[in-house]
C-alpha cells in the first residue's frame, strides 16, 4: 500500500506489485468447516475474470447498479472490488428491482428477489 492508493483497485494492485505470493484472504465456513486461503495474485485474478464478466457478458458501464445478493463468502469479495474495477455501484442486499444486473446466491429466496431485476 502506498499514499497514492484511492480505490479499492489501487490497494490490490499495490499490493500485487509488493508480493503477490502472500496471503490476501483467509475464508473460513463454520457449517462446513472449509478454509479457503487466497494469493494475492490469485485473488486479483479471480477479480479480473470476474470484472472482465460484467463487462463483456453483462455489459455493465461505469455509473450501473449491480445488487449482490450473496451470503458472507470470499467470492463475495470477490464481486465486490470487480465491480469496483469497472466503475459500477455494488449494492449489497439491495433492491433487484432498481439494479441494472443481480449476481445471486443458491439460495431459492435469493433467486426468487434476483427476478424482480428488468436486466441480467
Known sequence: MNA?????ADLLSSALAA?????????YDDATGERVELSVATFA?????TANLLQDELSVEP?????????AHWQTAVWLLACASVG???????????????????????????????GP
Open 88 to 118: 459500477v455501484v455494488a449494492d449489497v442486499g439491495g433492491d433487484p428491482s432498481a439494479a441494472d444486473v443481480v449476481v445471486s446466491g443458491p439460495e431459492p429466496e435469493s433467486l426468487e428477489a434476483a427476478r424482480a431485476c428488468s
Open 19 to 27: 508480493d503477490p505470493g502472500r496471503p490476501l484472504v483467509t475464508f
Open 63 to 71: 455509473g450501473d447498479r449491480v445488487t449482490l445478493l450473496l451470503p
Open 4 to 8: 497514492t492508493d484511492r480505490t479499492p
Open 45 to 49: 485474478n479471480w477479480v479480473a475474470k
